[in-house]
């Protein structure tokens, strides 16, 4: 590690970028354990004061990769890539509408840990917890909820152990490091279509060159609320997939609904009213979600086409149909 530290921390005009495989190298020791805290404190602070290189996250998801139980299907679903420390200011739509999207059409597979540094906020697979839903703890329970139901949640625990062994030291560590951005791109399903929001426009284009380095095909980057894959409630979002770019207007969305924290158990009341048809104030945004996650999926070319699947599969009853059949295998 010591040589690593070298050519990253002397300071930020005289460091250089590490090449591939050295940071692949770096990445192993830490992985490995045969870094000490020290070592990792100092390397973890180097790769922050001058950022990440694409070569160098590369060479890091490489190293992860390695570790990572790959689930075995022949369904390629999207893979909702997004930050696994959660969100803190706004509400998570989402729970509602990854089944009003797998019941028009979709195959979804989320991932994630929870209390993850630095925003340790709430996860969306915690608002399902909430609403009656397990976490699975067997990989087989995943393939089978995904199979069944159009959704599955791989948790970091069950596909990459030694990814998810470091989370104590990051909490200790007490900033972002590389890892936030790594962890999300692994594409533990092995599938060829991804999403992913990010807080900054700069970094579309790292996400796509991610993406495309491990499998993903069909890309769907945007600038999101939090870093999720929700639109903005106040103002036009602007989606890319691949080279081509969708304008979504938040029409007919209330934004003080949106825009304010929430305790989880009211999340998932909220999440639970949309799916039933109780609910009048946050469906809008659910739908518009869901049009997202369909046009991302493959499912949808327009916005106005999502919208139009998503509200049948909402008013139908087809989706809470869905939530009610992954919460009861969630258990199995």
Known sequence: MIEYLKVIGVGKRGAKDLTNEQAYNA?????????????????????????????????????HRENTDFLKTDIKPLDIAINYD????????????????????????GHGAEDVPSKYGVSYHQILEKMGCKTPTRKETVLKTLENTGFGFYHQKIFNRKLYDLLPKRKEFGLRTYHNTI????????????ITGVSHPPYIQKYFDLAKYVGFERITVFKSLEGGVEPFP????????????????????????????????????ICLDILKNQDENYVPFAILTSAILLIAYG????????????????????????????????HS
């Open 27 to 63: 990445e192993k020791s830490i992985i490995d354990r045969e870094a000490t805290d020290l070592q990792v404190g100092a390397f973890w602070s180097a790769i922050r004061n001058k950022y990440a290189s694409i070569d160098e996250l590369k060479g890091f998801i490489k190293a």
């Open 86 to 109: 959660g969100k803190n200011r706004t509400v998570h739509i989402l729970p509602a509408s990854i089944f009003i999207a797998a019941a028009a059409g979709a195959f979804i597979g």
């Open 183 to 194: 962890e999300r791109m692994l594409n533990p399903y092995q599938t060829d279509k991804m």
């Open 234 to 269: 106040n103002h036009e979002t602007h989606v890319f997939i691949n080279k081509k770019e969708i304008t979504v207007y938040p029409e007919g969305i209330k934004k003080e609904y949106i825009l304010r924290k929430l305790t989880p158990q009211e999340n998932a009341k």
């Open 299 to 330: 499912t949808a070319d327009t916005v106005e086409e999502g919208k139009e699947l998503s509200e049948e599969s909402l008013k139908s009853g087809k989706a809470y149909s869905r939530f009610n059949l992954y919460r009861e295998l969630s």
